[in-house]
């Protein structure tokens, strides 16, 4: 689709990634509902900003009732959370915004879209969908339901004219990734090749060369790659 003209909303768009593409469609010639749980806290010229809990229906079905005129919906608010036999309020609370939040949005603003034409709809997913990685596995399985959703809901929407896009990436330097001593990339970087990918209707936006090395390693015997990521994992601990 063509972002100059295009009316975008995205969540999570007070900092990481999230104020990145907000930002940089503001710069590419779209109007932008710049949205977080605490408003006062996205810093950005030249957006309206929208409190929004994506896991509040009340809220998301306001969000969809103000921006009625959105034709691209950027589903990127989303949180860590640590081994799916460690704390279940943390594994419930992944699943709870990750995935539950990314639906109730996409429901709330599909017929929006639809109104309107039709547009995109942008999952911010994860390597993590392909992969686990230590202490994350509660993540790691939010992000694969994300993933297969978008691949579902592509399907469902595709007779509105909705491209459902979802964008794999590994570790980006942001406040979720605080504390990890690994390569990161510049959120600025993520969301400019994130934006690029729906210009040209990608149905899997990969970001970097460590998640496509991920997702090629897939057709593969997993106990080989299993073996592979954890040499991985072990050359970043040791550096």
């Known amino acids: 689709m063509d972002i100059n003209g295009a009316t975008a909303l995205v969540t999570g768009a007070n900092r990481g990634i999230g104020r990145q593409?907000?930002?940089?469609?503001?710069?590419?010639g779209?109007?932008?509902?710049?949205t977080a749980r605490r408003p006062e806290s996205v810093d950005l010229d030249g957006v309206e900003v929208l409190a929004l809990d994506i896991c509040d229906p009340d809220a998301v079905s306001a969000a969809a009732r103000t921006a009625g005129d959105v034709n691209l919906l950027v589903n990127n608010a989303g949180v860590a959370g640590g081994d799916l036999l460690g704390d279940l309020d943390a594994v419930r609370t992944a699943l709870d915004v990750n995935f539950?939040?990314?639906l109730s949005?996409?429901?709330a603003f599909a017929p929006v879209l639809a109104a309107n034409g039709g547009g995109a709809i942008v999952n911010i997913a994860s390597s993590a969908s392909w992969l686990v990685s230590p202490g994350h596995s509660a993540y790691a399985v939010s992000k694969a339901a994300v993933w297969n959703m978008s691949n579902a809901l592509r399907q469902e929407l595709a007779g509105q004219g909705t491209l459902v896009s979802s964008v794999h990436l590994g570790a980006a330097d942001t406040d979720m990734m605080k504390g990890y001593d690994v390569p990161k990339?510049?959120?600025a970087e993520v969301a400019r090749i994130t934006l690029g990918g729906v210009e040209t209707g990608a149905f899997e936006i990969?970001?970097?060369e460590y998640t496509a090395m991920v997702k090629e390693w897939l057709s593969k015997d997993r106990r080989e790659f299993d073996s592979h990521l954890q040499q991985l994992?072990?050359?970043?601990?040791?550096?």
């Not at 994992?233 to 550096?239: E, I, K, V």
């Open 185 to 187: 990339m510049d959120p």
């Open 206 to 208: 990969v970001v970097d």
């Open 30 to 34: 779209a109007k932008v509902y710049a």
């Open 21 to 28: 593409l907000a930002a940089q469609l503001v710069e590419r």
């Open 233 to 239: 994992f072990q050359q970043f601990l040791n550096t």
């Open 105 to 107: 949005m996409t429901r």
């Open 100 to 102: 539950w939040g990314t």
